[in-house]
């Protein structure tokens, strides 16, 4: 097994490049496997990209076959049209167990913004189901992701990591919202959007007692649906801007490629003489929905985006510290698990196949020697073929324990291959 994972996430870069080397479509992410696939054939893939990360798993039987750092970087480059110095130092990458690590890391919410957030695991079964609709995945990568959303669920289960504020819309709006209002019951709030991240964001407001909710969306069959779980209204998404002037917050997760709206239009909507009340907008989208200079329009104008929930959310962590170090713990276990249950599987079938080989060959020869004499009894013949079966297994041993001493390390390749080449054993 070969593994390699490249990739930027909010600790090692920051909003701007992330949004630029984000796949924020569905085209967008269709297009990169397309592309992928054709650079590196050989070669199974998962992309997974959210708000606060970018990152691309490759995983290959050949070590010849995984692609290296440089050449996914300028993958990076060429499709996001991004020049490679503005964010070659911003990219990390993990191989081996390493990888492994990481992505466990990441589905247990160890290396999100937000400790203990439910939304990522989410966010990878979703990952891998795309990669797995694009023919892009394969028993490295199947394994792997399935055993990452297990160790995810345990550490839910196992760890208090989930109590309290938990996701980014909750933690957005706990610490943020009530530092402009003291509540939002007497609040009309806009969302923009209707996925996951606009719903978590609705139950949160719900729970704040905010009963006044507008949904646009590009798909007002969508919005709709979404306001009829959450008893809002729905409206196109065309006309929220002539109607600023109604909302207190803004919510936006529009999944856009660009921002929606610049500050000069924004400006020219504030300027109205209806459109002068406190409005709070809080934008989760990345790539970002509101141009940041929007935040500069006037004194009455909150915004804030997901770079903003940081020092949040490094108080969260250090509050959270002793079942980080609980969770901790049993990443380190379960990463050695799988690694050592995937090597297992990998030289199983050759060390299986050895010994079905060396015994068939002892019994042969057994079968032949009881033919020239057939005055064995039976007893003396159970004690020969015990023998046999010694001499097989301590013969055997050498080999065997050489193949499990190396498979700590990862699978041996090169060993297996000679191993069935000198004793002649079948793929």
Same mark, same amino acid.
């Given at each position: 097994?070969?593994? %390699?994972?490249?990739?930027?996430?909010?600790?090692?870069?920051?909003?701007?490049?992330?949004? %630029?080397? #984000?796949?924020?479509?569905?085209?967008?992410?269709?297009?990169?496997?397309?592309?992928?696939? @054709?650079?590196?054939?050989?070669?199974?893939?998962?992309?997974?990209?959210?708000?606060?990360?970018?990152?691309?798993?490759?995983?290959? $039987?050949?070590?010849?076959?995984?692609?290296?750092?440089?050449?996914? @970087?300028?993958?990076?480059?060429?499709?996001?049209?991004?020049?490679? +110095?503005?964010?070659?130092?911003?990219?990390?990458?993990?191989?081996?167990?390493?990888?492994?690590?990481?992505?466990?890391?990441?589905?247990?919410?160890?290396?999100?913004?937000?400790?203990?957030? @439910?939304?990522?695991?989410? &966010?990878? *079964?979703?990952?891998? &189901?795309?990669?797995?609709?694009?023919?892009?995945?394969?028993?490295?990568?199947?394994?792997?992701?399935?055993?990452?959303?297990?160790?995810?669920?345990?550490?839910?289960?196992?760890?208090?990591?989930?109590?309290? %504020?938990?996701?980014?819309?909750?933690?957005?709006?706990?610490?943020?919202?009530?530092?402009?209002?003291?509540?939002?019951?007497? *609040?009309?709030?806009?969302?923009?959007?209707?996925?996951?991240?606009?719903?978590?964001?609705?139950?949160?407001?719900? $729970?704040?007692?905010?009963?006044?909710?507008?949904?646009?969306?590009?798909?007002?069959?969508?919005?709709?649906?979404?306001?009829?779980?959450?008893?809002?209204?729905?409206?196109?998404? #065309?006309?929220?801007?002539?109607?600023?002037?109604?909302?207190?917050?803004?919510?936006? =997760?529009?999944?856009?490629?660009?921002?929606?709206?610049?500050?000069?239009?924004? @400006? $020219?909507?504030?300027?109205?003489?209806?459109?002068?009340?406190?409005?709070?907008?809080?934008?989760?989208?990345?790539? %970002?929905?509101? =141009?940041?200079?929007?935040?500069?329009?006037? +004194?009455?104008?909150?915004?804030?985006?997901?770079?903003?929930?940081?020092?949040?959310?490094?108080?969260?962590?250090? #509050?959270?510290?002793?079942?980080?170090? *609980?969770?901790?713990?049993?990443?380190?276990?379960?990463?050695?698990?799988?690694?050592? =249950?995937?090597?297992?599987? #990998?030289?199983?079938?050759?060390?299986?196949?050895?010994?079905?080989?060396?015994?068939?060959?002892?019994?042969?020869?057994?079968?032949?020697?009881?033919?020239?004499?057939?005055?064995?009894?039976?007893?003396?013949?159970?004690?020969?073929?015990?023998?046999?079966?010694?001499?097989?297994?301590?013969?055997?041993?050498?080999?065997? $324990?050489?193949?499990?001493?190396?498979?700590?390390?990862?699978?041996?390749?090169?060993?297996?291959?000679?191993?069935?080449?000198?004793?002649?054993?079948?793929?």
């Amino acid at each position: 097994m070969n593994l %390699r994972v490249v990739y930027c996430n909010h600790e090692t870069a920051g909003l701007e490049i992330r949004e %630029r080397l #984000a796949f924020s479509s569905e085209e967008r992410l269709r297009l990169a496997y397309v592309n992928l696939r @054709a650079r590196f054939p050989q070669t199974e893939i998962v992309i997974v990209s959210t708000c606060n990360r970018v990152e691309l798993y490759f995983g290959a $039987e050949d070590r010849g076959q995984l692609p290296e750092q440089e050449s996914i @970087a300028r993958f990076l480059s060429e499709f996001h049209e991004v020049p490679l +110095d503005d964010f070659i130092n911003e990219l990390r990458t993990d191989t081996e167990i390493s990888a492994v690590r990481h992505l466990f890391l990441v589905a247990s919410s160890l290396d999100s913004m937000v400790l203990g957030e @439910a939304q990522i695991v989410n &966010q990878i *079964k979703q990952s891998y &189901q795309r990669a797995a609709d694009y023919d892009a995945v394969g028993p490295i990568t199947h394994h792997l992701f399935q055993a990452a959303m297990k160790f995810a669920s345990q550490v839910r289960t196992e760890t208090k990591l989930s109590e309290g %504020r938990i996701s980014i819309a909750s933690v957005a709006v706990g610490e943020f919202g009530k530092s402009i209002f003291e509540r939002f019951s007497d *609040k009309t709030v806009l969302v923009l959007g209707a996925g996951e991240m606009a719903e978590e964001t609705l139950r949160y407001l719900k $729970e704040e007692g905010v009963e006044k909710i507008v949904i646009a969306n590009r798909s007002l069959q969508r919005g709709e649906d979404l306001a009829g779980r959450w008893g809002g209204t729905a409206i196109p998404f #065309a006309e929220w801007e002539s109607r600023l002037s109604e909302f207190d917050v803004i919510v936006s =997760a529009t999944g856009a490629t660009e921002p929606i709206i610049n500050k000069q239009r924004f @400006a $020219e909507l504030r300027s109205q003489p209806d459109c002068q009340q406190t409005l709070f907008i809080l934008d989760l989208g990345a790539p %970002r929905d509101f =141009a940041p200079e929007i935040a500069r329009t006037d +004194d009455n104008v909150f915004l804030y985006d997901i770079s903003d929930l940081e020092q949040t959310c490094q108080q969260n962590r250090k #509050a959270r510290a002793r079942e980080v170090k *609980k969770a901790e713990l049993m990443l380190d276990e379960a990463t050695n698990q799988f690694m050592h =249950a995937f090597y297992h599987r #990998a030289t199983g079938p050759v060390v299986q196949q050895l010994r079905e080989t060396w015994h068939a060959i002892g019994k042969e020869e057994l079968d032949r020697l009881y033919k020239k004499m057939e005055h064995v009894s039976e007893d003396d013949k159970q004690q020969i073929e015990q023998t046999i079966s010694r001499i097989v297994n301590k013969l055997l041993h050498p080999p065997l $324990e050489n193949i499990k001493h190396h498979s700590r390390e990862g699978t041996p390749h090169t060993l297996l291959e000679t191993v069935k080449q000198l004793f002649g054993l079948s793929d």
